[in-house]
């Protein structure tokens, strides 16, 4: 399964119809605390995170993931419409 966290809903839409061609499962959540919700709950095999969100971006959420023991494990891949290089600041490192 995997879990889609983006704050802008057009883009979930977006990222649905383009995977489920390859018949994947998903869940969606709008918002990062949602998004470590789901990621407890549902247990993903992988997660397609946005990097800014209002309230608590992408980085935040990746760090709160990594820190516990439960979603540690989960791969995270980034995504961003921002062509900024400096949003990218944190990542990686």
């Given at each position: 399964m995997l879990l889609l966290i983006d704050d802008i809903a057009e883009n979930l839409?977006?990222?649905?119809g383009m995977l489920a061609p390859l018949?994947?499962?998903m869940t969606f959540?709008?918002?990062g605390e949602q998004g470590l919700d789901r990621a407890r709950s549902s247990q993903?095999?992988?997660i397609l995170l946005d990097l800014m969100m209002p309230e608590?971006?992408?980085?935040?959420?990746?760090?709160?993931l990594k820190a516990s023991p439960?979603?540690?494990?989960?791969?995270?891949?980034?995504l961003t419409a921002?062509?900024?290089?400096?949003?990218?600041?944190?990542?990686?490192?």
């Open positions: 839409k977006v990222l649905r018949n994947y499962r959540a709008t918002s993903p095999s992988m608590m971006d992408g980085l935040e959420v990746c760090r709160l439960e979603t540690v494990n989960i791969p995270v891949i980034f921002s062509s900024d290089i400096n949003s990218l600041t944190g990542v990686g490192g």
